[in-house]
C-alpha cells in the first residue's frame, strides 16, 4: 500500500522520487514517508469527494424532475386536511410551484385552483388567509389560470375578507388579486 501511496504521489506531483540509500534508514526518512503518505490519501480523498458529488448531481438531474407531480398532488391533497398549519403547508408549496404556465395548468387540473377557494372561504385566522391570497396570487398570473378560479368562486371568496388595517400583506393580495379579476371580467 505504501509503495502505491508513493507512487500515485510521485505521478501526481510530479516530483521525481527521492532515492534514498538502502542501509540508511533514519526517522528523516521516514517523517518524510508519512508526509508522502498524508499528501497521497488527502489527494485520493478530494478525488473520492469529487466523484461522488459528479455522481449526486447526474442522479439528482435524472431523479427529481419525476417528483414534481407527486409534490404538486400532495400539496393540493394538504389543502383538504383539517388542520390549518397543514393547509398553510400546501399553500405555501403551490406559490413556490406556480412559477410558469405550465405548472399553473397542473395544479389547476389536479384540483387545486378549487382548494384554494374552498381553504380561503374556511380560513378563520389571518395566517391561513395570508398563505391561500399569496398561493392565489401566484396561481393567477395565468389566464387559464384565472378563468378556472373565476368558475370556482373566488370572486365572492375574496370579497369575504374582512378589511384589515393590521395586515396589510393580506390586503395587499386582496386588492391585486380583484384587480386581476376586474381586468379580465369582460374576457371571461
Not at 490519501?41 to 458529488?53: E, N
Not at 389560470?145 to 395587499?172: C, D, F, Q, W
Amino acid at each position: 500500500m505504501r509503495w502505491l501511496a508513493i507512487q500515485l504521489t510521485t505521478s501526481l506531483c510530479r516530483r521525481k522520487p527521492v532515492n534514498l540509500p538502502a542501509c540508511n534508514f533514519s526517522s528523516f526518512t521516514r517523517k518524510e514517508e508519512i508526509a508522502l503518505e498524508e499528501e497521497a490519501q488527502r489527494k485520493i480523498g478530494w478525488f473520492l469527494k469529487l466523484l461522488f458529488a459528479g455522481t449526486a448531481t447526474v442522479v439528482a438531474y435524472q431523479f427529481f424532475p419525476y417528483l414534481g407531480d407527486n409534490l404538486i398532488q400532495q400539496s393540493v391533497s394538504l389543502l383538504n386536511v383539517k388542520d390549518p398549519l397543514f393547509k398553510r403547508m400546501g399553500a405555501s408549496r403551490l406559490a413556490r410551484f406556480s412559477i410558469d404556465d405550465e405548472r399553473r395548468k397542473k395544479i389547476v387540473e389536479m384540483g387545486g385552483a378549487e382548494g384554494l377557494v374552498k381553504m380561503l372561504d374556511s380560513a378563520k385566522d389571518d395566517k391561513t388567509r395570508n398563505e391561500a391570497l399569496k398561493a392565489l396570487a401566484a396561481l393567477s398570473a395565468s389566464d387559464e389560470a384565472v378563468a378556472a378560479l373565476y368558475h370556482a368562486g373566488v370572486i365572492s371568496a375574496i370579497r369575504s375578507i374582512p378589511h384589515s388595517t393590521e395586515n396589510e400583506e393580506a390586503m395587499k393580495y386582496k386588492s391585486s388579486l380583484l384587480k386581476r379579476f376586474q381586468d379580465l371580467k369582460y374576457d371571461l
